[in-house]
């Protein structure tokens, strides 16, 4: 047998006698009716809106990328939410596995599933109404709707009252703003294309997305940055960080190119300010439309 099919060989022995011991430790069941006490959340949004209902307790681990609110950092972590470890899921002995669905790769979920551990799929929020809708979800399922029911409505009104204030953008100018994400499963850069959460933000606030492509993101070229010739870059926190400073984010290729570059409008936010929309979205807003119109 040659050397690497051993080592296959012993690796899928030693998963699968662990997911045996877990299974032959978990009561019975096909599907959870309930959270029950051992969540393993995989979603930024879910676990934020988690936290906003007050149904933190139930947590018992997250995934890589959520990291707010901060305490929720002190769960261990499954993983990334789109390269999950069966083992590092089972165990954590869950009750359910909750996500929204972006999540991978799926043999692992088959695995998770293989040992009795239900998976609860959550569609996510993609407008403000359905990510409200969401919420709403969530306090039914954790037993938390009065909760859920407050948040929402003072989530209403703080977004009645931005979207109020934002009205005296609407005539121009509208600078060209790139947001751009750092992709950790791909080390690269990537843009935050037309459609998504971002990009609607970024319009209430006055600006234009300056990446014409629709759905999803793009991967990033010098040629691409320098063409979309942004007035304003906004960069997500991990891809900052890894620069370090506005002036130092210039050296990523095709950035010094830029008018954004050449006037310095370089500003970092956090991801879960823009990826989704959440009751600090109001927030984000006033921010984001704060560095487009700084002179108004």
């Known amino acids: 047998m040659p050397a690497d099919a051993t080592l296959f060989s012993r690796r899928d022995a030693g998963r699968l006698l662990l997911a045996a011991g877990v299974a032959a430790a978990l009561p019975g069941r096909a599907v959870a009716a309930g959270p029950g006490n051992r969540v393993v959340c995989v979603s930024k949004q879910i676990n934020e809106f988690i936290f906003d209902i007050g149904a933190q307790s139930h947590l018992v681990a997250r ?19 789109r390269a999950l470890s069966a083992e590092g899921i089972i165990s954590m002995r869950p009750s359910v596995l909750l996500t929204d669905g972006n999540v991978g790769p799926d043999p692992v979920l088959a695995q998770v599933r293989s040992v009795g551990i239900p998976v609860q799929t959550m569609a996510p929020g993609d407008t403000p109404e359905t990510a409200q809708a969401l919420m709403l979800k969530l306090g039914a399922y954790f037993g938390r709707q009065a909760a859920a029911k407050a948040v929402v409505a003072r989530w209403q009104a703080g977004m009645k009252a931005a979207l109020g204030e934002m009205a005296r953008y609407a005539r121009g100018p509208h600078p060209r703003v790139l947001m751009i994400h750092f992709g950790q499963i791909g080390n690269s850069y990537l843009g935050l294309s037309r459609g998504g959460p971002a990009d609607q933000i970024v319009r209430w606030a006055g600006g234009v997305n300056a990446l014409d492509q629709v ?20 960069a997500t926190d991990v891809g900052f960080d890894r620069y370090g400073s506005a002036a130092k984010f210039r050296d990523l290729p095709g950035v010094a190119l830029t008018p954004a570059a050449k006037s310095l409008r370089i500003h970092r936010i956090f991801e879960t300010e823009i990826m989704y929309f959440s009751p600090r979205t109001p927030a984000s807003l006033r921010k984001i439309a704060g560095w487009l119109h700084p002179a108004r």
Not at 63 to 81: E, F, K
């Open 215 to 234: 759905g999803g993101m793009a991967r990033l070229t010098p040629e691409i940055i320098a063409r979309c010739a942004p007035d304003i870059i906004i």
């Open 63 to 81: 995934d890589l990328t959520s990291i707010y609110p901060p305490q929720i950092t002190r769960l261990p972590s499954v993983g990334y939410h």
